[in-house]
Structure formats: C-alpha cells, structure tokens
C-alpha cells in the first residue's frame, strides 16, 4: 500500500506559499514542544508494521476528518495495536524523532503515555523511548511522560483501569528516571478531556513541580469540560498549557497574568471541530496580547500535518491562513525555544 496523499487545512495554507514563503519558515530556528509520540507514526511505519504484524487492517479506519473529539480517541486504538512490541515502539520513536529534529525543527519535546507492551513492563516502555531520545544531543531532543486522564489516581482506587495502570505509578516513573539521569524533562496530562477528576492529581502534579520537571497540562480543550476541572488544572500552575480553548475570562485573565505560554495547535482544534474555523481561533487572542504561543502539530498522522504546515497556518493569506506577518511568525518561532522546559542556560549557544 502507498502512502495517501497528505491533505488538511495547514497543507492547504502551505501550497497557497511561494517556494520563497517555504523557504522562510524552513529558515527560522524553532521548537516543536507538543507532539505525542503515538500520534506522530508516519504512515510508512505503521503500513511496515501492518504488514508484518496485524492481518487484514483496513487503515481506511483512521478517521482523517473526524468532528467528535470521542471518534477521535479510538484513531489510538488502531496504532497502538500496530506499536504493540518494544521493537515496533523503538522503531516509530525512531521515525518521529528523525521527521521532525533537523528537518522541521532544532529542538523537539516529545510527549507519550508509557503503556505494556505485551510483558513488558511500563519502565521498559519509557527505557526504550528513551534510547531514542538519548541518542540525540540533549540540545535537540527531551522526553514530557505523559499521564493520561483516564488512569486511576492510585492502586488502592476503586476503579481500576483495563490495564492498571496508576497516575501515581507513572508519575513516580518519571520522578525516578529523571533522578537516574534520563532525560525525562516534563510531565504532561492528557487524553479524552471528558474523563477523570483532575482534582485527585493534585499531590502527584506536586511532586513534579518539587523535583523541577517541567509541567504541561491539556487544558479547557471542549466546552463546559468536567466541572471546577480548569480551576483544578491552572492549581497546579504548569509550566505551560495545552489548547485552553474554552477558558473563561477569569481563567484566561490568570493565564495572562502569570504569563503561562499556550501550546496551540490549530489543525487539531479545526479538524476535531472545537474551533469553528481559523479565523475564530483563539490564538488571536493571545497575539493580540504578545501573549507567548508556542505553535505545535499534536498528532501529525490523524491531522495530516507538520510542523512547518502549522507555521504555514500562520502566515498564508486568509481564508488559508491567518495572514501573519514575517516579523510576527518569526516571534511565534522564537517563543518555542524560549519556552522549553529545559532551561536555555544549559544548552549550547547553538540555541540561544
Ligand atoms: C488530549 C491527546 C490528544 O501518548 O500514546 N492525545 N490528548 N487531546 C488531544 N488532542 C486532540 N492527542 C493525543 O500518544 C497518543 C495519546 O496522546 C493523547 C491521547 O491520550 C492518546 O492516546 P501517546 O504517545
């Protein structure tokens, strides 16, 4: 099977660009911060695995286009049936990290669940990111472990999840590699955001901020989610947020005054419909304010997407884009570095 033809809002604002325009993005130095591993697979890899591991899966499944932010959840289903083995998980890692470090960006912050993968257990799922992730300069690639809403707060809660797998068991993984020398720089939470009591987090996401891991959390990303859920999640006071669509105004007042940069991610929230369009997107909110955005893909395969494509968002004229001008990407590119989670004093001058 061939590779379908890659097509979506950003790359339809990408081939509005003069092969200069391209050339542009291509040059600014920038970091991609929000990506989740399992959402990244290139199509190539997981037809590779279809082959050689699943029989008979019609990717015709992959929702390319779905409007129900729950449909598209199960897009995970599918590829985690396919990167179902350390091998399978080492490989994609490998492709991800390679796509994006030195062709569409200098630096890469990639984010994923620990899940077990047959026997394995979750510290071998993070091992084998990691050996990945390791064997790039620590200037180019840091690894956000991420805790998935879903999971039970703890052993002794009452409901268990299918796999058992605890917040506090991965966040404490994450705590414990950091302190072995990996390099784990942040701790996510994310997953379907009509799930779990973020309240319950709390003590873990303290933990966290206590060992200086960096904290990011998925935030307000559909209406009138779980309630008292974003007062929760801004208790925590990440390091930086995800989405934040639906903040209210006192909400988004708090982000503003406390300068919490917001990961956006403008395919995602236009495919999955929390957006209406581009236009209405509030991320003019914030660049009205020169409040830090940093631009990122969130799953390149289901949103058809990359990096430079969401750039391209920015600076194609509307209806494609939203008609930034150079000068304004340019600091959309330069807020991506300054906000990663590793501080810029103890990379190289490569970086600042
Ligand atoms: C919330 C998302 C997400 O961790 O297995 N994920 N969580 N909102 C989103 N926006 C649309 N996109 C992806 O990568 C896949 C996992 O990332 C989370 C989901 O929990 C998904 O299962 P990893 O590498």
Redesign the pocket.
């Known amino acids: 099977p061939g590779t379908p033809p890659i097509s979506g809002p950003s790359l339809a604002a990408l081939n509005t660009l003069t092969e200069e325009e391209v050339e542009f993005i291509l040059g600014l130095p920038k970091a991609e911060l929000h990506a ?4 990244c697979v290139g199509m190539e890899v997981l037809f590779e695995l279809a082959d050689e591991f699943v029989e008979g899966i019609g990717f015709e499944q992959v929702p390319p286009n779905s409007n129900d ?1 729950g449909e ?2 199960k897009v ?1 289903g599918v590829i ?1 049936g396919l990167v179902s083995t350390r091998e399978a998980l080492g490989r994609v890692t490998r492709g991800v990290l390679g796509g994006f470090i030195g062709r569409e960006c200098e630096y890469l912050e990639l ?3 620990p ?1 077990r993968l047959g026997r394995s257990s979750l510290e071998e799922y993070l091992e084998t990111v990691l050996d990945e992730v390791e064997r790039y300069p620590k200037e180019k690639a840091g690894l956000i472990v ?1 805790v ?1 809403r879903r999971m039970p707060v703890a052993t002794e809660s009452e409901s268990e999840s299918e796999e058992g797998i605890t917040v506090e068991e991965v966040v404490n993984l994450a705590i414990e590699m950091k302190k072995q020398g990996r390099r784990v720089v942040g701790v996510d939470v ?4 009509r799930s779990g009591d973020m309240e319950l987090l709390k003590p873990f996401m303290g933990k966290v901020r206590e060992v200086g891991l960096g904290l990011t959390v ?1 935030i307000a ?1 559909i209406p009138g989610s779980v309630s008292g859920d974003t007062q929760h999640l801004l208790s925590f006071t990440p390091d930086r947020i ?2 934040g669509t639906f903040l209210s105004e006192k909400e988004k007042e708090i982000v503003l005054e406390r300068r919490i940069p917001v990961e956006v ?1 403008l395919s ?1 929230n236009i495919i ?1 419909k929390t957006v209406p369009d581009l236009a209405s997107h509030h991320i003019r909110y914030y660049l009205e304010r020169d409040h830090p955005i940093v631009l990122c893909t ?2 390149t395969l289901p949103f058809r997407t990359s990096l430079t494509a969401e750039y391209a968002l920015l600076l194609a004229k509307p209806p494609f884009g939203l008609g930034l001008s150079r000068e304004e990407v340019r600091r959309v590119a330069e807020w991506s570095l300054e906000y990663i989670f590793v501080p810029a004093f103890i990379l190289s001058d490569l970086f600042i």
């Open positions: 989740h591993l399992n959402g932010i598209f959840f995970f985690y984010r994923t669940t899940r991420s998935d994310c997953g379907d955001p998925h990303e995800g989405h991610c995602s999955c969130d799953d």
